[in-house]
């Protein structure tokens, strides 16, 4: 018989949600202190008068951003890796997977397979092996060396087989009997029924490509292809918005004209970081429905 909740209980839900409101307080109160700081004055932003809440509204940093051809570029390159990568990388996890999770199906060769993954999942060949063999295959200063070699990632390929041999066997054994090909099967039954596990692991893939930055620095020359993240390590660490803010400020007062006379170069790193946020926190809320269906679905299983 279920009775009132104790008076007890009650303090801890509102001990427990006032602990969980304070942290997540905490966690957003850095990424104000940059969105502020990106919106403030000149004067504001190189005196650190900037807290939480803009000084000197102004969006010169943005637009300072927007005509920089290199930021624009980079931006576009992230965006093509991250279309490009994430449905060749789900195609590629649920293409292993099901063979994999299928252990009634004739597989030589299965464990060791298996094996193999993991050994690669735990160890590494090493930076400079790594970029000898890319070197061989040609993949050096090209955009596909920003997405083939990750394509299959095993930590993600082990959650999806560990979903599929959680499916129902009946729906593929009865579909088998009615003339259905495994591909039937793999693409008709199992990738439907496992949205909520491909979503999440399209999220994981998506946030992997768009916040990487060491591959482009380490394999890519070729300014013109380097992805957001690489481009805004460069620009953060070697000091260039600097010397770009000084040159876009003199060839203004030799035009006559005071364009982007608010931006700063500590400004501009925090407009950086905004814009390369912000497509994470869009993409997000539309996929957040598939992590609460992928938790509860384990419960429900009998």
Same mark, same amino acid.
Do not use: C
């Given at each position: ?25 905490? $966690? ?33 940093? %943005?637009? %300072? ?21 994430? !449905? ?9 997977? %099901? !063979? ?23 160890? $590494?060949?090493?930076?400079?092996? /790594? %970029? ?25 390929? /082990? ?105 700063? !170069? ?37």
């Amino acid at each position: 018989m279920v009775t009132g909740r104790r008076l007890g209980d009650r303090l801890v839900d509102v001990l427990l949600w006032s602990i969980l409101a304070l942290l997540a307080v905490l $966690s957003l109160l850095p990424f104000l202190t940059v969105i502020a700081r990106s919106l403030s004055s000149f004067v504001a932003v190189t005196t650190n008068q900037v807290s939480f809440w803009p000084i000197g509204f102004n969006v010169d940093n %943005y637009v %300072y951003l927007m005509r920089d051809n290199w930021f624009v570029n980079a931006f576009a390159v992230s965006v093509a890796r991250v279309l490009a990568g994430v !449905p060749l990388t789900l195609l590629l996890i649920v293409i292993t997977a %099901y !063979p994999l999770s299928q252990d009634r199906l004739h597989m030589p060769g299965r464990t060791v397979f298996k094996i193999i993954m993991l050994v690669g999942l735990l160890f $590494s060949g090493g930076l400079i092996p /790594i %970029y000898l063999a890319y070197k061989s295959l040609g993949l050096l200063n090209h955009f596909a060396v920003l997405v083939v070699p990750g394509a299959l990632n095993i930590f993600l390929a /082990i959650i999806i087989i560990n979903f599929f041999r959680g499916l129902p066997q009946e729906l593929s054994e009865s579909a088998m009997l009615d003339g259905a090909s495994h591909f039937d099967v793999l693409f008709r039954i199992f990738v439907p029924l496992s949205r909520p596990a491909l979503a999440t692991v399209a999220l994981f893939s998506a946030v992997g490509h768009w916040n990487s930055w060491f591959d482009g620095i380490v394999f890519v020359s070729r300014q013109e292809l380097w992805p957001l993240q690489s481009y805004l390590y460069v620009q953060v660490t070697t000091r260039n918005l600097n010397r770009m803010v000084e040159v876009e400020r003199n060839q203004s007062r030799q035009a006559g004209v005071l364009d982007f006379a608010q931006a700063t !170069p500590e400004a501009l790193q925090a407009a950086m970081i905004v814009l390369a946020t912000v497509p994470i926190i869009l993409v997000y809320p539309f996929l957040q429905r598939y992590f609460v269906t992928g938790l509860t679905l384990g419960s429900l299983k009998g």
